[in-house]
């Protein structure tokens, strides 16, 4: 199946973010909310959790080869400053974005969507 890349400024108005750095005609393939095992050329999706804020390893994500990020979370001005080749997209809610972005991509592709449902004894 051939993937489909995004291009930045698809993103922005997909997910009604703001690009706060960063070329915005780039095309991205590939995302990572990992910063442990991101590939060079994903975009880095910091995600808040219970306990960890993803968006407290962006600058992690940029030196293990992510290309941008996509962040719910204030953005330092010295990041800013030190990765001005990243792209960085600030949107309202992280999850919703991805959300949004994986309905789109979805809409990209002309395949079937199958869903298993069904309970094993509930008490």
């Known amino acids: 199946m051939d993937n489909k890349k995004i291009t930045v400024s698809k993103i922005l108005e997909i997910c009604k973010g703001n690009l706060i ?3 915005e005609n780039l095309e991205i393939d590939s ?5 442990r095992n991101i590939n060079t050329g994903d975009m880095y999706l910091g995600i808040k959790g219970e306990r960890v804020n993803g968006n407290k390893y962006i600058e992690d994500a940029f030196k293990n080869g992510a290309i941008g990020c996509i962040t719910d ?9 030190n990765f001005k080749n990243k792209v960085i997209i600030k949107v309202d809610n992280t999850i919703k974005a991805i ?16 869903a298993v449902t069904g ?3 509930k008490n």
């Not at 995302?31 to 910063?35: A, F, G, I, L, V």
């Open 21 to 23: 750095a960063g070329d």
């Open 31 to 35: 995302y990572s909310k990992d910063t």
């Open 119 to 121: 309970s094993v004894r």
């Open 73 to 81: 979370d204030e953005i330092d001005k010295k990041l800013i400053e």
């Open 99 to 114: 959300q949004e972005l994986a309905k789109y991509k979805r809409s990209m592709y002309n395949i079937p969507v199958i």
